[in-house]
């Protein structure tokens, strides 16, 4: 597992976490918050993150919100598959995350090495 957040990692675990691939096969990630936790989630992320990122959300009847993670977690360094533990669905996904996470990794591993060169 890598780097996590152990306070966005406690509120996932308690919440519904949920994984979907989208039309173009990325698998996106989406947590719902009770409105009672949103506080807590908030606080436990970068400050900056509201302010700089674009949001993707949904309010339901019940007042919980559904939140997109993927910004998050690339916003925050950290890598879906360490929070995978917390998807019901991440079995389905996992060998397509950690194939994603790999590429994503040897990309930014070649463009340092072309910056320093």
Same mark, same amino acid.
């Given at each position: 597992m890598g780097e996590v957040n152990i306070e966005l990692y406690e509120i996932l675990k308690e919440s519904?976490?949920?994984?979907?691939?989208?039309?173009?096969?990325?698998?996106?990630?989406?947590?719902?918050?009770?409105?009672?936790?949103?506080?807590?989630?908030?606080?436990s992320l970068s400050c900056d993150y509201f302010d700089d990122s674009p949001l993707s959300c949904f309010l339901y009847y019940d007042g919980s919100i559904s939140i997109e993670l993927n910004g998050i977690m690339s916003y925050e360094g950290h890598k879906l598959s360490?929070?995978?533990?917390?998807f019901?669905?991440?079995? *389905?996904?996992? =060998?397509?995350?950690?194939? %994603?996470? *790999?590429?994503? =990794?040897?990309?930014?591993? %070649?463009t340092l090495s072309n910056m320093k060169g």
């Amino acid at each position: 597992m890598g780097e996590v957040n152990i306070e966005l990692y406690e509120i996932l675990k308690e919440s519904e976490c949920h994984l979907r691939e989208d039309l173009d096969g990325k698998v996106i990630a989406w947590a719902c918050i009770n409105h009672y936790s949103l506080k807590d989630f908030c606080e436990s992320l970068s400050c900056d993150y509201f302010d700089d990122s674009p949001l993707s959300c949904f309010l339901y009847y019940d007042g919980s919100i559904s939140i997109e993670l993927n910004g998050i977690m690339s916003y925050e360094g950290h890598k879906l598959s360490s929070y995978g533990k917390c998807f019901e669905e991440w079995d *389905k996904y996992k =060998d397509k995350v950690l194939k %994603f996470e *790999k590429v994503r =990794d040897e990309n930014r591993r %070649f463009t340092l090495s072309n910056m320093k060169g």
